[in-house]
């Protein structure tokens, strides 16, 4: 499994471009000897961006995770492994998608800590965010209740960090949210990236991710409707 450097990065705003080489091309895209792009991945789209190369050049469209991380395209055969490239991520895309992100700890930690919800599935998409919450009593929602605790938490300049923790760390922690799906990860990986906002939110993942909450601009909840028993699908800009 190729290693996913952008977790190297943080914060995960305006990315650096970064030269590298190809190191294979199939009939979609390209894959390249490293890649610092985000694969789609928890909700969060993957990078976009372009790739150019001594007499050739290529928008990629949404990077896709996998064995190897891929670089869709539409003529991958202008480049051949081996070519030395450059790769600029576009991070205009990057960065909404990174306070995006970020905003759905934020909402997911206070959505648990206000009525016990947990979060069951989310989905970033350009301008907006939906999250799909199981409460044990979801009639106590309260959308512009809800919004505020957000707001406020975003207002409180809280700093983000990254931390590399071992399983029973992670497993044995009071505070710590959203472990169920460790079970997924490999049990070889034995380490694994916690991101914690301070006095917010902890838990593992792998997304892009602000330094501080005050980068991100305040919520506002469009719409929430059934999913189900017990379940809200959850619209927010
Ligand atoms: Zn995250």
New binding site residues.
């Given amino acids: 499994m190729q290693e996913k450097l952008h977790m190297t990065q943080h914060p995960g705003t305006n990315p650096p471009a970064f030269r590298t080489s190809v190191s294979g091309v199939t009939d979609d895209g390209i894959y390249l000897t490293e890649s610092y792009c985000y694969p789609r991945g ?1 909700g ?1 789209p993957g990078d976009i961006g372009i790739l150019t190369g001594s007499d050739k050049k290529s928008e990629f469209t949404e990077v896709l995770g996998g064995e190897n991380i891929l670089h869709p395209m539409e003529n991958p055969s202008i480049f051949s492994s081996g070519d030395e490239v450059l790769c600029e991520i576009d991070s205009i895309r990057r960065n909404r998608n990174t306070k995006m ?2 905003a ?2 934020v909402f997911s930690a206070l959505a648990n800590e206000l009525y016990g919800a947990e979060t069951v599935g989310n989905q970033i998409s350009d301008g907006y965010t939906r999250i799909d919450l199981l409460f044990p009593d979801r009639d106590q929602f309260n959308a512009e209740d809800m919004s505020e605790a957000v707001n406020d938490a975003l207002r409180s300049n809280s700093d983000v960090s990254i931390h590399e923790w071992d399983r029973s760390r992670i497993l044995s922690h009071e505070q710590m949210r959203h472990t169920k799906f460790m079970d997924r990860i490999p049990s070889s990986i034995e380490i694994l990236r916690v ?1 914690e906002i301070e006095g917010i939110d902890l ?1 593992p ?5 602000v330094s501080n909450t005050s980068d991100i601009e305040n919520i506002t909840i469009t719409n929430s409707r059934s999913k189900g028993a017990g379940k809200l699908r959850i619209t927010y800009e």
């Fill in positions: 928890g969060q992100h970020t759905q700890h991101v838990c993942c792998g997304g892009t991710h």
